[in-house]
């Protein structure tokens, strides 16, 4: 058992309880009224792509915690490892594209700080390989 992906298994697992609960309230606090029908519906949108990471982190996590405690996926280990590692760094190169081209945010980058978590899971992925 390699302890750097145990580690990433824990953040992910972590990461899609606060996604799941918390950024669901988040979206939540930001409803439109009912009677602002186009506002209802791009943010119904918004929340029904916001639950789409949620089940690629509870994927991941359960992929990780097969390979870090069974022996069912061990011969595709180097290949899962490997898309899990490049689909986290492609996730923090896209959200940190977005919190630098989106409006103005003092300390947005400390704020909105996913993209730091993402090239960390990477890094204990690609590591793990």
């Given at each position: 058992?390699?302890?750097?992906?145990?580690i990433?298994?824990?953040?992910?697992?972590?990461?899609?309880?606060?996604?799941?609960?918390w950024?669901?309230?988040?979206?939540?606090?930001i409803?439109?009224?009912?009677?602002e029908?186009?506002k209802?519906?791009?943010?119904?949108?918004?929340?029904?792509?916001?639950?789409?990471?949620s089940?690629?982190?509870?994927?991941?996590?359960?992929?990780l915690?097969?390979?870090?405690?069974t022996?069912?996926l061990?011969?595709?280990?180097?290949?899962?490892?490997?898309?899990?590692?490049?689909?986290?760094?492609?996730?923090a190169?896209v959200?940190f594209?977005?919190?630098?081209?989106?409006?103005?945010?003092?300390k947005?980058f400390?704020?909105l700080f996913?993209?730091?978590?993402f090239?960390?899971?990477?890094?204990?992925?690609?590591?793990?390989?």
């Open positions: 058992m390699d302890s750097r992906l145990v990433a298994n824990i953040i992910v697992l972590i990461a899609l309880v606060f996604h799941f609960y950024g669901d309230k988040d979206i939540q606090s409803s439109p009224k009912a009677s029908a186009k209802v519906e791009n943010w119904i949108m918004a929340r029904g792509a916001f639950h789409v990471v089940m690629d982190l509870f994927i991941i996590a359960t992929v915690s097969l390979l870090n405690f022996n069912l061990t011969s595709y280990r180097t290949m899962l490892l490997t898309i899990m590692s490049i689909y986290f760094m492609l996730n190169l959200f594209i977005v919190v630098a081209i989106s409006g103005p945010l003092n947005k400390l704020k996913q993209w730091s978590i090239i960390i899971i990477s890094a204990l992925i690609y590591w793990s390989i």
